[in-house]
């Protein structure tokens, strides 16, 4: 079970906002950066948001991060069909010396 | 451009071991810290071990600690996880990943390998 909490789906359809919550605690996610993965079906994870909302370059601002205490989110806006893929929030763990990721959230663009 | 090359997956039994390598080129490899990423059928992204970039630093998750040993060769731009006393719960697609930073305990996995598969069965 993972320490960093995620829902296990999300769907939208195209052009909606959906967000994606991300639950920690005091030791990962309330004292570390927060970052978020995508891994579309069949490829490599790939960076999607790093130091809890900064874009790599090539990703889209229709992507967006926050953290608040010990939770994170990411948004997506103007949801496309190429979005459809698991989405994973990753932080350092202070007090377990591991990096942790959630369980992933898989998102249906219907 | 970088590149990150997995191998040395396979077919193996429960208890054996196995070694993983990843070739790493389009960088200089001793600027940063690397990982493993596992994901099992069915499952999520597991983070496995981390390595700095002078090997300093090794961290790993608790569910390898005392079976992975995680190394690097700066020579030869390599990175490498020694697996011992595998079992049926470590059959996954194992990615290598670059840190962003020279260290495993900061950063973030800025980019990641095709992955090599490791199946533990009998």
């Known amino acids: 079970q993972s320490v960093l909490t995620q829902p296990p789906s999300a769907s939208g359809t195209p052009g909606q906002r959906v967000t994606i919550s991300c639950s920690g605690s005091?030791?990962?996610?309330?004292?570390?950066?927060v970052y978020w993965y995508q891994q579309l079906p069949g490829t490599a994870p790939k960076i999607l948001l790093y130091m809890n909302h900064q874009r790599p370059s090539g990703v889209p601002d229709r992507f967006s991060g926050s953290k608040s205490g010990t939770s994170a989110s990411l948004a997506i806006s103007g949801l496309r069909s190429e979005d459809e893929a698991d989405y994973y929030c990753?932080?350092?763990?202070?007090?377990?010396?591991?990096?942790?990721f959630g369980g992933g959230t898989k998102l249906t663009v219907l | 451009e970088v590149q990150l090359v997995e191998s040395g997956g396979g077919l193996v039994q429960p208890g054996r071991s196995l070694r993983l390598s990843c070739a790493a080129s389009?960088?200089?490899?001793?600027?940063?810290?690397m990982h493993w990423v596992r994901r099992a059928p069915g499952k999520g992204l597991e983070w496995v071990s981390g390595i700095s970039w002078n090997s300093g630093s090794k961290v790993y998750s608790d569910s390898v600690k005392g079976r992975f040993t995680i190394s690097r060769d700066n020579a030869k731009n390599s990175l490498y996880l020694q697996m011992n006393s595998l079992r049926a719960e470590d059959m996954a697609l194992y990615y290598c990943?670059?840190?962003?930073?020279?260290?495993?305990?900061?950063?973030?996995?800025?980019?990641w390998g095709q992955g090599t598969l490791v199946t533990v069965s009998s």
């Open positions: 990753a932080a350092w763990d202070d007090s377990l010396s591991v990096w942790m």
């Open positions: 389009g960088f200089t490899f001793d600027d940063y810290g």
């Open positions: 990943a670059r840190s962003s930073d020279y260290y495993d305990t900061s950063g973030h996995f800025d980019f």
């Open positions: 005091s030791s990962n996610i309330g004292g570390n950066y």
